[in-house]
């Protein structure tokens, strides 16, 4: 078999390369370079998830070439079931994106580069399982964005003046998730050198510190530096206020990446190294985290209800989802953690959808105020009926992807959180209000002169990657068992050891060690 | 008496022969023709890096006569000296500035700065210390003030003419009293003595002499005061080289007087460095914000990057060292390739001011890549040279149980990002004052990809350069 991870991996390294060499003016040539290079992670990741082992346990289709060797330090790149359904979402949002930029007419080829540079950091951060190269990755993919924002977005505005700058987004954005990362690092860096491993590789040390589990004292403190720090960008409330602006700032391609798969780079930190480094400090700090998950969802619910602009009521209901997420890893049994990363997958694709939608209707109309909106659904029937499906998903109809991954969320959980998950279930209904707010102000209504001359997505070209994502969360939402074994495969290892039992019984086994030290 | 060994000392001889060289070449050489001194200080430079890499292959080792020590550190360090110099070089052609007019004393200064840094590399007594440092402040004195028309550029030499001076009064002080107590000046008999009765005062008061003299080289707090002035007034090609080859040859200094003298004291000077650190991190970091001269912002940051390299220093061992080293020649590349953008696009640009560089990128797509790039290493951003150096920096700050230290090393890294991005942000985001593009000699360009190409293999392939510095170690 093909080695299909490092060419996952090296596909959009290798395609920013060589878009360096490429001289400005071959646009077209740019263009498919870019989506060639996409195409094949997809088809590779595609090929990934089709000949994964569900069976199996513990990493699968793992490469490691030394790094750094004095530091403990190795290239390796692996997945099991939770990473392997995000490498498969960001392969899926990526080459969507890439089509949806054919609207970018402005210094193409640099924003080809950094869109490039963007992917290639998100998928190492899956990939690897190496702490240096995770934190490596995760900078790589968070810097880009400020050009990215910066240069092609657009600015806030309401009532004809500006809200929000994109050049505030964008350093808020660029500022909070290095914040961020550095707060992570600093824990990272501790639990290095406390574990006494003397390696940065992850399942070495995972299997170290099986062995020597760390201090409770000492996992009380790592675990909120983790938690925090890729919370920052996960977002957990309350230091999500980056992230809408900057959803609303970006150029829609950068958003779809943003909202769909960025966010899940926080969610994805915390299962792999929080819960899976530091079992014990998560089950002390879950229950807090649970709480800020339910302001999560009714807050972001609440504020998306007000807003006018498109993108930023997608924006703050990305936030809201994102308390589900972070609700199921919370709970910390397996039925809600696979309801956690299967709805990681679907928010990704279905909030991907509803960025492209709304980024056809802004290149067409040049608003995204809702009330100067209306009536679109007959000029863009396409675009029209995608919109709807997205705020069908979002709104967790079944026969979508999310339905079936926030129900496991609240079956999963309602043994550990009830209250919570009363609220959560409450936050359905706030989605369905701005959401059906939305799609009736933005769609529907008698037809406005002023968009008369829009168009519709006509070509398949140009349809490819709306049907592509809606394909994937029918699927899913239809047929969720394959996917879901898969992911089952990957979360049952990881929880075997954060269980309350399995802790209570090893701190028993500890405490009985010193007394047999002790006398 | 131990035999006299000359290959020892081939890079500082050929260096000291050169400074003769171009002194007779700039009076015989007529005054039109004179601009062409640059080609003979390049080749200078080249000399020096052939014998430096002749030493390496032969692993000549020893000492000369207990003053000046050849091992691994000192080669290495040596490198990026001559390095830097042949940079300068190159930056000075390229700046429009008053200083091509008449050229030669400007290189023979750079010469005998670079030999002021040689000798600090390999230093191994504290006369040679003294001479060393001031052989290279000397020089730099003179330089930072060589616009003799430029009112700023001579307020920048003399601010650091006193500074300066008062600094190595504090140095000499420090030295008599290690002398006084020792008997000797050779490091390896001071630190003898000291090992023998550690706890005696005027140890402890030589130490922080010592202290207070070198950190006024490397503009620790809290004796940065002239940085921002000076950065802010001297030539651009002046400034590069202080921020690079001085800050380095100070480090270098302070790693072998550290390591070298005054070893039985660690646990003292760990501690005093640790804060000072702290102090210059800080102190650096947010000095820079909200700064709108392009040169004194880079001051005020490469305060914060001293401070970066305090922390290394201060975690004292092998996992310390490797980083100073590995950070110093991230630092090197990037600040470097920052400078030369600095002088090629500020000609055109008309001004040193941030704003000047509004719209660069659409000027010149080359010049704001490199100094995007650049910015971006000094960050420490991946997968750029800066990151890795910042990572080694912090982790053996964490090694030594300092977490206050890393977390205010690490929240620093956000901080600093900031204001780089601020230069981003002018360059690239805003519209520029004129569409005009902006020339680039072959050279410049040159040497632009080169450091570019640089920075990426250092943050990206780490195992060949750490085990290059690793083996390179003080003792």
Known sequence: ?519 | MIPFDWRLIAVEAAASVWILVLLVADMLMPPARRRNLWLLAFAGILVCLTLLFWQQQTFLEGSAQEMLVVDAFSLFFKGLFLLTGLLVIIMTRESGLALNESPGPFYLLLFTALLGALVLASVNDLLMLFIGLELLTFSLYIMAAYLKRDARSVEAGMKYLIMGSVSSGFLVFGIALLYGFAGATSFPQVSHAIFLAPKTPSIYAGLFLVLAGLGFKVAAVPFHLWVPDVYEGAPAPVVAFLSVGSKMAGMVALMRVLYGVFLPLVATWSNLLAWVAAATILYGNLGALPQTNFKRLLGYSSIGHAGYLLMGISSAGWSGVTAVGYYLLAYMLSNLAVFLVLIAASGALGGETLDDFKGLGKRSGLLAAVMFIGLLSLAGVPPLAGFVGKLLILLSAAERNRLWLVAIGAVNVAISLYYYLMIVKRMYLDPPRSASPIPITPLTKTALIVLVLGILAVGICQEPFLQRISTALPY
């Open chain 1, 1 to 519: 078999m093909p080695p299909l991870l490092p060419m996952i991996l090296a596909a959009p390294a290798l395609g920013a390369l060589a878009l360096c060499g490429v001289r400005q003016e071959r646009v077209s040539l740019i263009r498919r370079i870019a989506a060639t290079v996409t195409g094949l992670s997809l088809l590779a990741a595609v090929r990934m998830m089709w000949t994964f082992q569900p069976a199996v346990s513990g990493y699968q289709f793992e490469v490691a070439v030394p790094w750094i060797s004095s530091l403990g330090i190795s290239l390796h790149l692996g997945v099991d079931g939770i990473n392997a359904v995000l490498v498969l979402l960001h392969a899926l949002c990526s080459f969507s994106g890439v089509l949806i930029s054919y609207a970018v007419k402005d210094r193409v080829k640099e924003y080809y580069i950094f869109y490039l540079l963007l992917i290639t950091g998100v998928f190492g951060v899956f990939l690897s399982l190496d702490l240096f190269f995770f934190y490596f990755f995760y900078e790589m993919a968070v810097i880009p964005m400020y050009p990215l924002i910066g240069i092609w977005g657009s600015d806030v505005k309401e009532e004809g003046r500006v809200r929000f700058s994109k050049e505030y987004a964008t350093m808020k954005l660029t500022i909070y998730l290095t914040l961020g990362a550095v707060v992570a690092l600093i824990g990272l860096l501790w639990l290095y050198i406390q574990s006494g491993a003397r390696t940065f590789d992850l399942p070495a040390l995972q299997h170290h510190l099986a062995a020597a589990p760390l201090d409770p004292s000492l996992q009380r403190w790592i675990f909120p530096l983790l938690v925090i720090g890729f919370g920052v960008i996960a977002p957990m409330w309350p230091l999500h206020s980056w992230s809408p602006i900057g959803h609303a700032a970006a150029p829609s391609a950068v958003s779809m990446l943003h909202a769909g798969v960025l966010m899940k780079l926080g969610s994805y930190a915390i299962i792999r190294l929080a819960i899976g480094l530091l079992p014990e400090g998560a089950a002390m700090w879950m229950p807090w985290v649970a709480g800020l998950c339910v302001m999560n969802i009714l807050y972001g619910g609440f504020v998306a209800m007000a807003q006018k602009d498109l993108k930023l009521i997608i924006g703050y209901s990305s936030s809201s989802h994102m308390g589900y997420v972070l609700l199921g890893i919370a709970c910390l049994t397996p039925l809600a953690m696979n309801g956690a990363v299967l709805l990681m997958f679907a928010h990704g694709i279905m909030t991907a959808l509803a960025f492209a939608v709304v980024g056809h209707i802004y290149d067409q109309t040049h608003t995204r105020y809702l009330p100067d909106l209306g009536g679109l659904a007959h000029q863009l029937p396409f675009i029209a009926v995608c919109g709807v499906i997205a705020a069908m998903a979002s709104s967790g109809l079944p026969g979508f992807a999310n339905f079936v991954a926030e129900l496991l969320v609240f079956l999963g959980g309602w043994d550990r959180y009830p209250v919570q998950i009363i609220c959560g279930v409450f936050g359905v209904v706030i989605t369905a209000v701005y959401m059906l707010r939305l799609v009736r102000g933005t769609l529907f209504g008698p037809p406005k002169p002023a968009f008369a001359h829009v168009h519709d997505a006509a070509t398949p070209f140009a349809r490819l990657p709306f049907v592509l994502l809606i394909l994937a969360l029918l699927f899913v939402g239809c047929w969720p068992q394959p996917m879901l074994r898969i992911v089952d495969s990957g979360s049952r290892t990881l929880l075997e050891r954060a269980n309350p039992p399995v802790i209570a019984m090893r701190r028993e086994v500890r405490i009985g060690v010193q007394a047999e030290v002790a006398p």
